[in-house]
């Protein structure tokens, strides 16, 4: 197998990083608009939709959305088995709707960000149409394929994401071909030279058309490991206890040294463009993750799962964030999200209480957030049965839970389909919809939409806020989070309460008074200079420093 990865890397301008100072938003197309009442979100849907994510004073004021793909597909895996990476599949639209979007999203100053799927596509791909054909077609190498074992079975013992073996055999010339994924998603072999370059002209498809970037789905499980050896066994493996616990570990494909030497190229056309590339990246360890900056030859913005998965613990959050700021390298920038359409919705899993609070560490952190859609409403998921489940990993693994209950529509109104559609939509919406919709919520002053708008707007209008420098005031050791954001004169002190019980806190920092220009239980509530900060249970506030 071809190990070289070498092709054309173009020269490059420098960026003005635009990514850096504002808040980006995750639309799931199939849930977020219906314009056509088929009861599946589309483009047309996203581009009514603009007047409310930006471009008026009511907005969210958001600049950048990031679309999961909408290219052709079977739709296995909604989208995540692509068939064709230079269209539009017919349920979201056309190429000329696409278009339209582009245009209109930026009148509305928001940048488009596409979904890049570089590790996979759909078996129904014409690339792997033509590769499974004989063993001897033009595009055979531009998959994974290996000869049975001895005994018939899967070439090693490497296993799926989607569970079960990574291998598949096809009859059609006995060969085993990798998934990483379900067998609907043959791998690519990114080893290949020429699979590495098809990509990279997609890349120039999308971007000359007036994409902002990619969101790159998996990126650091691009390659596996060329020898094709056993994984080693997985020594937290218990047999019929947990059943999510593999016997072998994913250590031969899930990451591979060499992957980075694919992202600086993929860097390289993004940088031509004055485009991000925002990078799915497993959330290993901080080391790992930081690895994906590789001093400006890696992708802009890893996401920083690590913050999605540690617990809604002040103690356990401080420590992340310390850590995380510690590590950063040098000139590079966190990219800080808490949902997204692999895992479960944010109300579920801190629950409604702690919302407002999550909301204003999101928007306030040293970084560029990721929003995912519905979460400025407080959606939590929808009920559904398992005979309703569509969701690829589900029926691949058989799991308890299923990535749909964080995918249901956006909720518009208190209408039966909750101003989505008017048909049956695809997923069931939530059943709290009569308060968990937009059109409720902006009647509210003291609403967590109405706190985000707020907080939005005032991280858009203070440079301290977007792209300010950080310093941990607070650890959280005492169940408070507190955190210093500096723009030349401008200081604002964040001020984060995850206890139950009121705190009382004196303002310690250099002899600075604050004057508290936003609460969370109350938003905008301006006060005098005060050298005390009473915070109750749960809430967080927002001080503007000043000298004594």
């Known amino acids: 197998?071809?190990?070289?990865?070498?092709?054309?890397?173009?020269?490059?301008?420098?960026?003005?990083?635009?990514?850096?100072?504002?808040?980006?938003?995750?639309?799931?197309?199939?849930?977020?608009?219906?314009?056509?009442?088929?009861?599946?979100?589309?483009?047309?849907?996203?581009?009514?939709?603009?007047?409310?994510?930006?471009?008026?004073?009511?907005?969210?004021?958001i600049g950048a959305i990031w679309l999961s793909p909408v290219y052709p597909s079977p739709m296995f895996d909604h989208g995540y088995d692509v068939s064709d990476?230079?269209?539009?599949?017919?349920?979201?639209?056309?190429?000329?709707?696409?278009?339209?979007l582009i245009e209109a999203a930026h009148q509305h100053s928001i940048r488009v960000i596409m979904d890049l799927v570089a590790n996979h596509t759909s078996d129904q791909h014409p690339w792997f149409i033509k590769s499974r054909a004989s063993r001897n077609n033009s595009l055979r190498d531009?998959?994974?394929?290996?000869?049975?074992?001895?005994?018939?079975?899967?070439?090693?013992?490497?296993?799926?994401?989607?569970?079960?073996?990574a291998w598949t055999l096809d009859k059609t010339t006995n060969q085993y071909y990798l998934h990483k994924f379900a067998p609907q998603q043959p791998d690519l072999n990114n080893w290949n030279p020429k699979v590495n370059q098809a990509l990279v002209d997609i890349m120039h498809f999308w971007l000359k058309r007036g994409v902002d970037g990619f969101r790159m789905d998996v990126v650091d499980r691009l390659l596996f490991d060329p020898t094709f050896k056993d994984a080693p066994c997985n020594l937290a493996y218990k047999k019929n206890v947990d059943p999510q616990v593999k016997k072998f570990d994913f250590s031969k494909t899930y990451y591979q040294p060499e992957v980075h030497q694919i992202i600086a190229v993929f860097r390289r056309v993004l940088d031509l463009y004055d485009a991000v590339g925002i990078g799915e990246v497993e959330a290993r360890s901080i080391d790992f993750i930081q690895r994906f900056y590789d001093h400006g030859r890696g992708v802009q913005l890893p996401f920083d799962f690590l913050l999605l998965k540690t617990p809604w613990e002040a103690k356990k959050i401080g420590a992340h964030l310390k850590m995380y700021e510690k590590k950063l390298p040098r000139s590079s920038w966190p990219m800080y999200v808490l949902g997204n359409h692999d895992k479960e919705r944010l109300a579920d899993r801190i629950g409604k209480h702690n919302l407002?609070?999550?909301?204003?560490?999101?928007?306030?952190?040293?970084g560029t957030p990721m929003m995912y859609y519905g979460?400025?409403?407080?959606?939590?998921?929808?009920?559904?049965?398992?005979?309703?489940?569509?969701?690829?990993?589900?029926?691949?693994?058989?799991?308890?839970?299923?990535?749909?209950?964080?995918?249901?529509?956006?909720?518009?109104?208190?209408?039966?389909?909750?101003?989505?559609?008017?048909?049956?939509?695809?997923?069931?919406?939530?059943?709290?919809?009569?308060e968990q919709n937009v059109q409720e919520q902006e009647k509210g002053p003291n609403s967590i939409l109405h706190l985000y708008k707020s907080l939005i707007k005032l991280r858009n209008n203070h440079r301290s806020l977007s792209e300010g420098t950080f310093e941990l005031i607070y650890d959280g050791s005492e169940g408070v989070i507190g955190y210093l954001r500096s723009f030349r004169t401008e200081k604002m002190l964040i001020l984060l309460n995850f206890t139950s019980t009121i705190k009382q806190l004196r303002l310690k920092h250099k002899g600075l008074l604050g004057t508290v220009i936003m609460r969370t239980h109350t938003h905008n509530n301006p006060q005098d200079l005060v050298c005390t900060i009473h915070l109750k249970p749960k809430e967080g506030c927002i001080l503007k420093l000043e000298k004594n």
Do not use: C
């Open 1 to 61: 197998m071809n190990q070289d990865i070498n092709f054309l890397i173009p020269s490059v301008p420098q960026s003005p990083k635009w990514w850096r100072n504002i808040v980006m938003y995750q639309i799931y197309p199939r849930s977020f608009k219906d314009s056509n009442g088929d009861g599946i979100g589309d483009l047309q849907g996203i581009i009514d939709s603009l007047d409310y994510l930006n471009g008026s004073s009511n907005s969210l004021g």
């Open 85 to 100: 990476y230079r269209n539009i599949d017919p349920s979201f639209g056309t190429l000329t709707i696409f278009n339209r």
């Open 142 to 165: 531009w998959y994974v394929w290996r000869d049975p074992a001895p005994d018939g079975g899967p070439p090693n013992n490497w296993l799926s994401y989607f569970g079960g073996s």
């Open 356 to 366: 407002k609070l999550a909301a204003l560490m999101l928007l306030t952190l040293h």
């Open 375 to 434: 979460d400025e409403i407080g959606l939590a998921s929808m009920p559904l049965s398992k005979d309703k489940w569509q969701d690829a990993y589900t029926k691949n693994t058989k799991s308890d839970w299923t990535r749909d209950y964080s995918r249901g529509p956006m909720q518009w109104n208190s209408s039966k389909y909750v101003g989505f559609s008017t048909h049956v939509p695809w997923l069931p919406p939530n059943e709290f919809k009569n």
